[in-house]
Structures are given as C-alpha cells and as structure tokens.
C-alpha cells in the first residue's frame, strides 16, 4: 500500500525565516510526486510535479527536491502570504505495472508565517 | 480561461437523504477524478474516469456512493442514505491526459456536505 507521511504536522515562522517541509513516502514504483498548496475553503493549487530522484524545481520563493525516499519543499524567505497547508502527493505504478492514476496524499503541513 | 467548477458549494442534508454533486471540469480534459477530505486531513481517492468509462472506483468507500459521467464531461456524484460519516469535502479534479499520464491534476474549489 502506498503511503506519504509529511512532518511536521504545523510550522509557524517569522517573515524571512527560512526552513523545510518533508515528505516521505512509500510506493511500489514512483510515476511522480506532486506538491500542491491548499488555502482555508479552496481546492488545492498545483506547485511542482518531480519525477525521479535528484530533479530539483523552483517556483520564487519555493524550491522542492526528490530523493528515493523522500521530497523536501524548501522555503526562502518566507512571507505571509506563503501561510497555507502544502501538501504532497504521489502517483504510482500499479501492482501489475499498469497506471494508478489516483494520487495518494499526506496530511499536510500547515505553514503559518507571522510577519 | 476557466478552472474546474464545483456545485453546489455548500450542502447540508439530513440523515438519509440522497444528495448529488456536480462537477465541471476544465474543457478538454480526458481524465476526472473524485477526491473526499475530512477536516484536518488530505484529500481521499475516490474514482476515477477516462472520458465516459470509470476506469478506477476502488477509494469508493461504499455501495451508498455512486458516480457517473455520462457524456465524458460533466461529472456526477451521488450518495444515497447520507450518514453522519459521509460530511466532508467533495474535491473533484481534472486532467488533460489519458490513463497513465503523470499530467497534473487540476482541482475544483469542492463541495462541503454537512450531514446533520
């Protein structure tokens, strides 16, 4: 069964306090690993896929890495409007080898950042 | 242009009753997807469909939930004999690619149903 597990569960910051989310996860075999950012009362807004380990991607402030076992969302002198939850998510192989094509999703880690 | 769009955005029913909830996705895409979130928690797979067939209802959680598309569109998803259980948030997403495609999935704002 595949599983993501993301810690810490809530990290609040100072404005330009900079720090890591983390994401592990368990798969059969990894298509890709997807972060997202959800806000109070919305669905959540696409931020990185990452397909196999050592591809790294940015997006302003944000960065995200892959490892085999895990992915790690780096955030660079935060503000407060980065305050949200990020979640991960993976999507992978079927038993068989075939596509799963639902994504298996952590809990997520609630970000605040206090200016 | 437009996003995936949700309706109604807001429901609350009675023990027991039947509801369904509306999904219209992004124009062209293929893939669909069915997702529920409890409060506090990520978001559950659910089903799955490419255009009009539903490839994947495995997240399905019981008989009582049921989802269609009958046109390879518009999206459809009904539970019948609503139970206290069942409140959460009803995120439907979707993809420009076929079965198998590791495009992104893209999500509708939800439908959060309160059963009282």
């Known amino acids: 069964e595949d599983q993501v597990t993301q810690s810490p569960e809530a990290l609040r910051l100072q404005e330009g306090e900079s720090s890591s989310l983390n994401c592990s996860y368990t798969?059969?075999?990894?298509?890709?690993l997807f972060w997202y950012r959800q806000d109070p009362g919305k669905g959540p807004e696409f931020l990185f896929t990452?397909?196999?380990a050592g591809e790294e991607k940015e997006k302003e402030r944000l960065k995200a890495t892959l490892t085999k076992k895990e992915s790690f969302l780096h955030i660079t002198a935060p503000k407060p409007e980065d305050s949200a939850t990020y979640l991960c998510?993976?999507?992978?192989?079927?038993?068989?080898?075939?596509?799963?094509?639902?994504?298996?999703f952590g809990k997520g880690t609630h970000l605040i950042i206090q200016p | 242009g437009a996003g995936v769009s949700q309706s109604p955005r807001y429901k609350v029913a009675k023990r027991g009753q039947d509801v369904a909830l509306r999904c219209d996705p992004i124009?062209?895409?293929?893939?669909l997807f069915w997702y529920q979130q409890a409060l506090g928690q990520g978001p559950e797979f659910l089903t799955y469909?490419?255009?009009?067939?539903?490839?994947?209802k495995s997240g399905l959680p019981s008989d009582r939930f049921f989802a269609e598309r009958p046109e390879g569109s518009v999206s459809t998803l009904k539970i019948q004999r609503t139970q206290q259980e069942d409140s959460a948030v009803y995120l439907c997403?979707?993809?420009?690619?076929?079965?198998?495609?590791?495009?992104?999935?893209?999500f509708g704002p939800g439908t959060r149903l309160t059963v009282l």
């Open positions: 997403a979707s993809r420009l690619g076929w079965a198998g495609s590791t495009d992104t999935q893209y």
């Open positions: 798969v059969s075999g990894l298509r890709g």
């Open positions: 990452l397909y196999s």
């Open positions: 998510a993976v999507q992978a192989y079927g038993v068989s080898g075939g596509g799963a094509d639902g994504l298996t």
């Open positions: 124009s062209g895409h293929v893939s």
């Open positions: 469909f490419q255009n009009e067939a539903q490839l994947d």
